[in-house]
């Protein structure tokens, strides 16, 4: 594939994730947190209303999943579109170790 | 040892550490100052975030806020861990891609415009200024009550030892002094709260304590009982809210993405490797935070219910050691009003103005006296919400070392804060104003020396508002969110996302937006104080969530001026691609 296709085909893709998460993220925090809270409420959940329960914890528990979601998996794209780096710490300690065998 | 002895060697072994960290990896090169070399691995980039990020008020106050707001406070809980998901979604990737070492080199870059960058300098360092007061009034608050030394002399301790990290060590000393801090401010803050949930409900886990059940027989919830104490008490129930609808929406949402646009927080991203390293390390940051911010709720809780307890009805005299330790140092008050020398804990303020003015006198009791007119209704006491956390152990009747604890902690949430904030101010000061505006031709070397010349001025300022506190400690963070959200954060996601918005829009947009952000919160909160009520407010938007609109109009103002004027030029277009993608098809950009 010509690098401008892939470019486009990762864009959009990347697109689509932030699409995706950020509407979880939204629904979580604007929706469960503060306009459905008291509807929530009614239900219990270890011990706390439930509404309650996701502005004190729930919410949070969240975010933290949503972004390693967004990092594993635009690692995944990145790997179907040929778009990965290299960690430069481990490529220079590699390049001294085979100059060292070289010499 | 007694409490204070052992605060004394707990703070002292914790600065020997920092300062020994600060020599090891004292800098030679500007790349070492502005972004730790840039090979800090994500983990460990995490947790010096999460240092850098939780701040004296993080530590102090928000528990305090929690348990006097209850359910109203837990906007503070939301807004402020849910930006970094914006943050890793929208930024973080990106900037490191982009790869300079400054925000506003990213706006003075992308925007193809020196005036930008300027504007961009002059909103980071009003941000940073007054995010960096709260700071050292933190620093100050705990060595006075821990220490028992002045304010001001505990404000120039903590300015002493800032200096010694930052302005030799720069990123590289800061970065690895902040994961030392991490590990002693979580674990201070974490020990009394393991205490406290077992002493209330036999469960080891802060997290899980909230909705479990009291072990003093009642059969009641901690829940439960919060609401039962706050509602007998006259207040309003604590899982209860009293904001509309509308200002808690506009609350988190301005914390948000203010928390994204908080440029030493951005900053912390350039540190790390690569960009996938800059997402993973975002989720690590969070995630650290989330140990200690999943643990206020239960703190602030059992605090709330500890104070009434020990409070109310109780007679001065046989009143806990605490509460006149506090008192001495002046954050709390009780005037008896009904003359029967037993403390009423009431809703309301006790005295008008609300903070106690003490005069050198002491009453019938031995209770300090106060200069306050006294209010009609039957609360006799005020208590500072900054003190909830340090008085914790003191009202639990806690082992002294975790007092002791409890200081150190504090002032290692301050400390990592307020040198984050002085690196950035002088990295703008030196790397966009001087090199890349006044002075192209500046050597690395020079370059150096005024990024350390301009830390120093910046910590002089820092340590003047210590002594001079302008307000208390949350609500001036509040104020630096706010102004975060509406000046930065616009600007670098457009910056990102659309290839149409140009120099004259983004200057205009940012500018907009900061006049109206600090129009709004200096008309109410200053200027004009006794209208600052839901009746005057702009769509019933409080001036802590103004931010929100600030940020609207911000991008509203860049949108439509770019479409007028602005055309971007092509290389320009090229350098958006270019940070769009991690790497393979072109160059990456290197520091």
């Known amino acids: ?103 | 040892m007694d409490a204070q002895q052992l605060s004394f060697l707990f703070v002292g072994l914790s600065f020997a550490l920092y300062i020994g960290i600060a020599i090891w990896s004292k800098v030679g090169s500007t790349k070492d100052f502005y972004v730790a070399g840039g090979g800090v691995p994500p983990v460990m980039n995490g947790m010096a975030t999460a240092a850098d990020w939780m701040s004296a008020a993080s530590f102090l106050s928000v528990a305090g806020l929690l348990a006097f707001a209850g359910r109203d406070a837990a906007v503070y809980l939301l807004g402020w861990t849910g930006g970094y998901v914006l943050l890793a979604m929208l930024l973080a990737p990106y900037l490191r891609k982009f790869g300079r070492f400054t925000v506003p080199d990213f706006i003075g870059e992308r925007f193809y415009s020196k005036t930008a960058r300027v504007v961009a300098v002059v909103c980071l360092i009003f941000i940073s200024f007054t995010y960096i007061a709260g700071q050292m009034r933190g620093v100050g608050i705990v060595f006075s009550r821990f220490l028992e030394v002045d304010i001001d002399i505990g404000v120039y301790i903590g300015m002493g030892i800032v200096f010694f990290y930052a302005v030799l060590g720069g990123m590289k000393g800061i970065t690895y002094t902040q994961v030392v801090q991490y590990c002693v401010l979580i674990f201070a803050f974490l020990v009394p709260a393991v205490f406290l949930s077992i002493m209330w409900t036999d469960n080891p886990i802060p997290q899980f304590a909230l909705g479990d059940t009291l072990n003093d027989g009642s059969g009641m919830t901690v829940i439960e009982k919060l609401d039962q104490v706050t509602t007998e008490l006259g207040f309003n129930a604590y899982t209860s809210t009293s904001r509309t609808m509308i200002d808690s929406l506009a609350i988190v949402a301005c914390l948000m993405i203010g928390t994204a646009g908080l440029p030493h927080v951005i900053v912390r991203f350039f540190t790390v490797p690569r960009v996938v390293d800059a997402r993973a390390s975002a989720g690590w940051a969070l995630l650290f935070i989330c140990v200690m911010y999943t643990t206020i709720p239960s703190v602030a809780a059992f605090s709330r219910i500890n104070l009434s307890e020990s409070v109310n009805e109780t007679a001065y005299q046989s009143a806990p050691a605490w509460i006149k330790n506090w008192e001495n140092i002046g954050l709390i008050a009780w005037q008896d009003k009904n003359g029967d020398g037993v403390m009423q804990y009431r809703s309301g303020n006790a005295f008008s103005p609300v903070k106690p003015q003490f005069s050198d006198q002491r009453g019938e009791w031995g209770e300090r006296q106060l200069t306050n007119q006294l209010t009609d209704n039957d609360n006799e006491i005020y208590v500072d919400r900054d003190i909830m956390v340090m008085a914790n152990p003191e009202i639990a009747n806690l082992p002294d070392w975790v007092v002791a604890l409890i200081a150190a902690g504090a002032v290692a949430a301050a400390l990592s804060t307020a040198a984050g904030l002085l690196l950035v101010i002088s990295s703008s000061i030196a790397h966009d104003l001087l090199k890349s505006t006044f002075k192209p031709n500046l050597s690395d070397r020079k370059e150096l020396f005024y990024a350390r010349l301009a830390a120093v001025f910046a910590l002089l300022i820092a340590g003047y508002f210590g002594v001079n506190p302008p307000s208390y400690v949350a609500q001036v963070v509040a104020l630096a969110f706010g102004l975060a959200a509406a000046s930065l954060f616009p600007p670098i996601v457009m910056g990102i996302f659309s290839k149409r918005i140009g120099k004259l829009g983004a200057i205009c947009g940012m500018l907009a937006g900061l006049v109206f952000t600090l129009g709004y919160i200096i008309y109410f909160v200053f200027v004009n104080p006794s209208l600052n009520n839901t009746d005057n407010w702009l769509l019933g938007i409080s001036p802590t969530g103004i931010g929100l609109l600030g940020a609207l109009v911000n991008f509203i103002t860049a949108f439509i001026v770019s479409h007028i004027k602005d055309d971007v030029p092509n290389e320009v277009t090229d350098m958006i691609d270019d940070i769009r993608i991690p790497a393979g098809a072109r160059k990456a950009i290197e520091h």
């Not at chain 1, 697109?15 to 995706?20: A, E, F, M, N, Q």
């Not at chain 1, 996701?54 to 690692?75: E, S």
């Open chain 1, 1 to 103: 594939m010509p690098v401008e296709e892939r470019l486009d085909i990762y864009w959009n893709a990347n697109k689509r994730v932030l699409y995706t998460l950020l509407a979880v993220w939204a629904f979580v925090t604007f929706g469960c947190g503060i306009l459905l809270a008291d509807w929530l409420d009614r239900f219990q959940f270890f011990g706390f209303p439930l509404g309650f329960w996701f502005t004190q914890q729930g919410a949070m528990i969240f975010y933290v999943a949503l972004i390693f979601i967004y990092h594993f998996w635009m690692k995944k794209i990145e790997r179907y579109c040929g778009f990965i780096e290299q960690d430069p710490v481990k490529l220079t300690k590699q390049l001294l170790r085979e100059n060292d065998k070289g010499a």
